[in-house]
């Protein structure tokens, strides 16, 4: 598979691989990632792999036109594109849709071994420059844009965020109810006829609920 978009999406076939080149993004299926890597190592420069397609030359300035626009490596399967019994535009969309049909319909890397007479006979006729476009489709249509996984990130920092205010605010409300249960706990000892400095040193009584202070209070009175 091969497939480019200057939209960026979150692959959901397993074994994809992303590239990135000229605000493009290129997603490829890993045995296409790898059959272009080995053509790489064993042909660094493009005209000795060229020279192995014979016949018709007539996209030769295509070719070399995807070899410097593509990344690294699919780069190397420009020359397949001699395959195509037409004209291909050099045009980086459609070279990829081409090169896709293509790779999907050949093992590249064991292509090239074949004997001269089967090379010679295997073309593709322009309809190529349209198959792809459905499967292009399947795989846009199960692949998530980048900007959704952005948000998803985001609402899961808000709700983190908002989590440690909930927190922050129930700790404040607990301070503040036990500062005025102190309050409270004064006047009622200062009502029973103590007064405040008399309570200096002496631990305040811990009220834990609404029946203990009624309590404290009903023996003061």
Not at 98 to 105: F, G, R, S, Y
Not at 183 to 188: N, Y
Request: with cysteine.
């Amino acid at each position: 598979m091969i497939v480019v978009s200057k939209i960026r999406y979150l692959p959901i076939t397993i074994n994809t691989l992303v590239l990135y080149k000229d605000e493009h993004f290129y997603y490829l299926s890993r045995d296409v990632y790898d059959q272009a890597l080995l053509l790489m190592n064993n042909y660094p420069i493009l005209k000795n792999l060229s020279d192995i397609f014979e016949g018709s030359k007539m996209n030769d300035s295509t070719v070399s036109w995807f070899f410097e626009k593509a990344p690294h490596p699919i780069n190397i399967l420009a020359p397949y594109l001699f395959l195509v019994n037409g004209p291909v535009e050099q045009d980086i969309e459609l070279c990829c849709g081409v090169l896709n049909a293509i790779t999907n319909m050949l093992n590249v890397r064991s292509f090239i071994n074949k004997p001269s007479e089967i090379r010679k006979s295997v073309s593709f006729s322009l309809l190529i420059k349209e198959e792809y476009k459905i499967e292009w489709n399947r795989f846009f249509l199960s692949a998530l844009p980048y900007e959704s996984q952005n948000d998803i990130n985001d609402a899961d920092q808000s709700e983190s965020v908002y989590s440690q205010v909930d927190s922050s605010l129930s700790e404040l409300d607990f301070t503040f109810n036990k500062k005025n249960e102190k309050q409270e706990l004064l006047s009622l000892l200062e009502g029973g006829g103590l007064k405040k400095e008399d309570l200096k040193g002496v631990g305040l009584p811990k009220t834990s609920s609404q029946s203990e202070r009624r309590t404290i209070k009903n023996l003061l009175e």
